[in-house]
């Protein structure tokens, strides 16, 4: 149950964290003193598929300040060391990836080969010497075409691209498509897109002879689960490997996986016995780091006389590349994203993953989310047009209620619990979005600007999130003899605000100001679990810890201080860092007295133990669903078909919201991704499987000039499953926008044009125009 008492000292207050961002002093894993390091450069395939034939390296050891060169024959432990990840909802075909390839290359950027030398420099010209023939391969760079009889196999062994599938249906779907007034089918397909956070990749290590123990810095997600794929390789117990993730520029989903690079230099470090450090380079990142979307769907919405869905059917297939670093987890979102906020009697889906010879992919912000809501949302403004109503008033005929919370659906989600959305008002969350981007009085000036030859169009999407997934997370609070409040978790921060809102929800607790509070996450040997940052889960699963061990240690200095007062238990007030007697402001004890106080030998033997700290874990039953609502309008060029983005308006529902700043902007930064996805960001390869928008001369990411102010607002309805109240909202954001721009540019030019695919481009809407 929600506990509205958490609320106090819950408000928008800026992040601590900016500070030293701002002024160029985080701590990044580049930026680490590890002087003397050796500097790791990779040799990556240049082909998408073939055989290694010979590799001469004689050329590249005899360059200045090289200190090696490495193939899978001299590093044997990375043979096999990166199988997929065990996911409960959908099970993958069984393969082992080397670290470095031994025999076959399955991506133009595999990592083949590592040069080691004194710095960044000579290590990659030694790299560029480096010899290597290759045989090359057929290769089969299109989903579509990879699920086809006669296509080459990505893996031999399994005999088909087809890496994982899921399937899923409720209701009497052949009955209700056999019933229906309309049925809508269209073929959908989604861009292949990559993250590109501000901090490339970077991993250094460094060996410990003596202890026999393993230091890493990674700008990962997931440290534990690097600590777990390094130990697994190098035959170390985990005890023996610490991986720390410091501050980390920006992750998306893309710095989840475990990589290549993480094993090879772990593994150079040991061998070498100094500290060995390696930086992914921008030109790099577009092969090295995971890819996402590339998605193709075929999918049908069947509709009753009076607009009421009766049926939702997708067939899609999702283009994982050639490797599966994060399981097939996608699948199983992308399919229970699909019926979103709407009554949906009736569903039938099937998904597959299938592999290709491009580079692996991995969730990213929505992961698989924005690809179900485009089709989903596209489907929704056709079938209004076709059947002449609305868009927005065919929306408002199978929103579901806010009476009938929590809704149960006849689904699993990806933990392999039923759906259940716990909480929320989606009429009104669409009635807001409306209010906010002036919906009437939009379509007002839209039609004066036809007058006058302009093409204006207004388009909105609703989605839903799965947040807070778990299994478990947990969280240390501890005050020191100074009085100084330390919350320590597992998990680690990309930009999320954790150093802030994790301490409000501590000071909250413990009646100090949340300046008072530090945070530190991201340390395997400062907390003994963790599953990491990921899918909008650190506020509600590791906020909810935080919250239950401060709760612990509170109830621990209410006791102290009811002894040291001789009073009840609940007469002790516990503010502004000090405990008093409710009523009598003094004598008052701070929190440096209170833990000298709870040293003392009679205090001990009374109450059982000294110190003022508790460790507490969370480990919620499923997840938590937030969901929105958001409006863009735009205008299209008549002569050259580019669309404007006017304006865009996004309301969500993030439960109880511990700091609305940091919401808000993680609201925005979502919503300018969700942008670059509708217009201009794409990964395109050519049929040989090489990327031709491999640079950020030719991957448009969106820009400040070509993004408006994003609209905040939010509809809040706190979430009965866990004590804060509160529902992830780091992804959500990124999900709605490419279904409402479309959707917009879809209204500009008149409803009736058929635009399916993503990223929308301006020789695609001319064409349109022109039709």
């Not at 759906?419 to 906010?436: E, R």
């Not at 050519?686 to 070509?706: I, K």
Request: charged letters at 20%.
């Amino acid at each position: 149950m929600s506990d509205p008492a958490s609320s106090q000292n819950v408000h928008a207050v800026r992040r601590r964290e900016d500070g030293r961002f701002l002024v160029g002093r985080g701590r990044y894993v580049s930026d680490l003193p590890l002087a003397p390091a050796l500097h790791v450069a990779i040799a990556r395939s240049p082909h998408a598929h073939a055989r290694i034939v010979r590799v001469d390296a004689d050329a590249a050891r005899g360059r200045p300040g090289v200190r090696g060169v490495f193939l899978l024959r001299d590093l044997p432990e990375l043979r096999g060391a990166l199988p997929p990840p065990v996911v409960p909802a959908v099970s993958v075909q069984p393969y082992r990836q080397s670290a470095l390839a031994g025999e076959v290359v399955r991506f133009a950027g595999e990592p083949v080969a590592a040069v080691v030398a004194d710095d960044a420099y000579h290590a990659s010209d030694a790299a560029d010497a480096l010899r290597i023939d290759y045989d090359p391969l057929p290769a089969v760079v299109d989903p579509e075409q990879a699920v086809a009889p006669d296509a080459p196999c990505v893996h031999e062994s399994w005999g088909t691209n087809v890496a994982a599938g899921v399937s899923l249906e409720t209701g009497d779907v052949d009955a209700a498509l056999a019933r229906a007034h309309l049925v809508t089918t269209r073929r959908f397909r989604c861009g292949r897109v990559t993250a590109l956070p501000l901090e490339p990749r970077a991993v250094a290590a460094r060996w410990d002879p003596v202890a026999a123990e393993l230091h890493v810095w990674s700008s990962t997600q997931m440290p534990y689960a690097v600590r777990q794929r390094i130990a697994d390789a190098l035959g170390l117990p985990v005890a023996r490997v610490r991986v720390v993730a410091p501050d980390v520029g920006g992750g998306f989903g893309t710095k989840g996986p475990v990589y290549p690079e993480d094993l090879i230099v772990a593994a150079l470090a040991r061998r070498l016995g100094v500290a060995v450090r390696w930086t992914d380079t921008r030109r790099d990142s577009f092969v090295s780091t995971a890819h996402a979307g590339d998605q193709v769907h075929t999918a049908t919405l069947a509709l009753d006389r009076d607009g009421r869905i009766l049926a939702l059917v997708d067939d899609f297939l999702i283009d994982a590349g050639a490797y599966l670093p994060r399981g097939a987890v996608v699948a199983n979102v992308t399919a229970t994203h699909l019926v979103g906020l709407y009554r949906v009697p009736a569903f039938r889906c099937r998904g597959r993953i299938v592999v290709t010879h491009k580079v692996p992919g991995a969730p990213y912000r929505g992961a698989g989310r924005t690809q179900a809501v485009f089709v989903a949302e596209r489907l929704m403004d056709i079938a209004a047009r076709e059947l002449g109503v609305d868009p927005v008033e065919l929306r408002r005929r199978n929103l579901i209620a806010a009476d009938r919370m929590p809704y149960t659906r006849d689904l699993p989600y990806r933990d392999g619990m039923p759906i259940v959305h716990d909480s929320g008002d989606y009429p009104k969350l669409l009635d807001t979005a409306l209010a906010q981007a002036g919906y009437t009085a939009f379509r007002e000036r839209q039609r004066l600007a036809r007058r006058d030859g302009r093409l204006l169009g207004i388009g909105l999407a609703a989605y839903n999130e799965a947040t807070g997934i778990g299994p478990h997370e947990g969280a240390d609070v501890a005050i020191d003899a100074a009085g100084a409040v330390r919350v320590t978790v597992g998990v680690p921060s990309q930009g999320q605000g954790h150093e802030t809102t994790l301490a409000q929800i501590c000071a909250a607790r413990l009646g100090v100001p949340p300046g008072a509070v530090s945070v530190v996450g991201g340390d395997t040997a400062r907390f003994p679990a963790s599953n990491g940052t990921y899918a909008s889960r650190v506020t509600v699963v590791v906020g909810n810890a935080v919250a239950r061990a401060a709760d612990a240690v509170a109830e621990r200095i209410r006791r102290l201080a009811a002894r040291a007062f001789e009073c009840d238990l609940a007469d002790v007030v516990i503010e502004d860092g000090r405990a008093h007697v409710r009523g009598a402001p003094e004598p008052a004890m701070d929190l440096a007295a209170l833990h000298a106080f709870s040293l003392r030998p009679d205090v001990v033997r009374d109450l059982g133990e000294p110190g003022l700290g508790a460790t507490r874990y969370h480990s919620p039953d499923s997840v938590t669903w937030a969901s929105g609502v958001h409006v863009a309008t735009v205008e299209v060029d008549r002569d050259t078909g580019a669309v404007t983005l006017l304006s865009y308006h996004a309301v969500h529902d993030a439960g109880h919201e511990i700091n609305p700043l940091i919401v808000a902007g993680q609201t925005q930064g979502g919503a300018v991704q969700g942008i670059g996805m509708a217009l201009s960001e794409e990964i395109v390869y050519d049929e040989t499987g090489q990327a031709v928008t491999g640079t950020l001369m030719d991957y448009a990411l969106s820009r400040a000039d070509s993004v408006p102010g994003i609209d905040v607002a939010s509809v809040d309805s706190p979430s009965p499953l866990n004590p804060l109240g509160v529902k992830g909202t780091g992804e959500g954001s990124a999900v709605p926008g490419p279904a409402a721009i479309v959707n917009a540019v879809a209204d500009a030019l008149g409803g009736h044009v058929e635009l399916t695919r993503i990223p929308l481009r301006a020789e695609t809407v001319l064409a349109a125009l022109r039709r």
